[in-house]
């Protein structure tokens, strides 16, 4: 067991060594092709590198905290298999209070699904991170108007979820024998 589990770790690693030179390649050849927005992709990425080291201590802190204080069954009992509709819009709200960039819902997804959360309250916590947040919302209604603002909630809320139940259908249908929990 803990050599199978070492060897996909083995695997993992390997893969994101390919994923990262593959990126790199690719990089170095459009920087070859476009050298005039070389200062500009420089600039862009120290932006981002400093961002992501300001905002991540911090989230790792958050979600080994999260990991020690909330056991598994509260979050199975909220946002597992059983939730139901509660589920979804727990994992709505979830999504939809916190302010900051995308790449920060990733580990919190990763460390709900691994205390046993389902997968398409996984898709609609991280669409919700994405596409609705409560300052976006006053934004919206104060230059776009109510009944804009209303009208995309509701279809983003309904999109949204759809789109987690299809995934959640799709991981089933192609991965009989444990879906993403096993790639975890």
């Known amino acids: 067991m803990k050599r199978e589990l070492k060897e996909k770790e083995k695997r993992g690693m390997i ?4 994923l990262l030179g593959l990126i790199l390649i690719i990089l170095v050849v459009l920087l070859s092709i476009f050298p005039d927005k070389k200062g500009a992709v420089i600039s ?3 932006d981002f590198f400093v961002e992501m080291i300001l905002i991540l201590p911090a989230v790792m802190v958050i979600l080994a905290l ?8 509260i979050v199975v009992k909220y946002l597992g298999k059983a939730s139901g ?9 979830l999504g939809a209070l916190p302010t900051g960039p995308l790449y920060i819902a990733f580990p919190m997804a990763a ?18 991170w994405a ?20 009208s995309r909630l509701i279809l983003t809320i309904i999109f949204v979820v759809i789109m987690g139940l299809f995934i959640e259908r799709i991981i089933k249908w192609g991965d009989k024998e444990g879906g993403v929990k096993n790639a975890i």
């Open 66 to 73: 999260f990991g020690v204080w909330v056991p598994k069954d």
């Open 111 to 128: 460390a709900l699904l691994k205390k046993g959360a389902k997968v398409s309250n996984i898709i609609v916590f991280l669409s919700a």
């Open 15 to 18: 893969r994101d060594w390919i």
């Open 44 to 46: 862009t990425s120290w």
């Open 85 to 93: 509709i509660e589920g979804v819009f727990l994992a709505i709200i």
């Open 131 to 150: 596409c609705i947040k409560i300052p976006q919302e006053m934004v919206e209604l104060q230059f776009l108007g109510a009944r804009f603002m209303i």
